[in-house]
């Protein structure tokens, strides 16, 4: 019996630790779907460029503490309607439940954009989560890694994200 016992204890945190995050449930859904995009860029990829000479050695250090950039994003406007990438995650407790900041929001009335961050030691982020989800735009954009503050511009920069939004007219 204590054999037992001691076998399910041991299981237990491993099951644990080998459940999916509802980002990786939304890239597993709906990767390879008609209508959908998926991009994924590999640690080792963005370590590669980092060893480039990019002139530029704070740059080269921001790609090589990243562990890898994924995107996924609706391109058919049939299904654009049908698919909400933030109620989604929402409804799952998603970023009440895993220590998620708040960094931007912005709610029009079919539309939410959220950017996210997940705190690491000593005032960095682990990841950075961009959610749009609504009628018209269906983006999700998750950046994991050692993610300095002061980096974040140039990591938005450098995968050309906007995420300018003119509230009083409701435009991108």
């Known amino acids: 019996m204590k054999r037992i016992v001691m076998f399910i204890a041991l299981l237990v945190p491993l099951a644990l630790a080998a459940q999916k995050s509802p980002v990786d449930k939304?890239?597993?859904?709906y990767a390879?779907?008609?209508g959908f995009t998926t991009v994924n860029i590999s640690g080792?990829?963005?370590g590669f460029a980092g060893k480039l000479d990019t002139g530029d050695p704070e740059t080269s250090k921001m790609l090589n503490n990243l562990t890898g950039i994924r995107i996924l994003s609706v391109d058919d406007e049939e299904v654009t309607g049908k698919?909400?990438?933030?109620?989604?995650m929402e409804g799952d407790g998603f970023f009440k439940n895993n220590g998620y900041e708040s960094l931007m929001d912005v709610t029009e009335s079919d539309q939410v954009v959220r950017f996210y961050a997940r705190e690491a030691s000593g005032g960095k982020f682990s990841e950075l989560l961009l959610v749009v989800g609504g009628k018209d735009d269906n983006t999700l954009i998750s950046i994991r890694g050692l993610i300095d503050p002061e980096n974040i511009g140039k990591?938005?920069?450098?995968?050309?994200?906007?995420?300018?939004?003119?509230v009083k007219k409701g435009e991108k």
């Open 32 to 34: 390879n779907q008609k």
């Open 44 to 46: 080792k990829l963005l």
């Open 83 to 88: 698919v909400n990438f933030f109620e989604e």
């Open 155 to 166: 990591i938005t920069g450098a995968l050309d994200v906007d995420v300018d939004v003119d």
């Open 26 to 29: 939304l890239f597993e859904k």
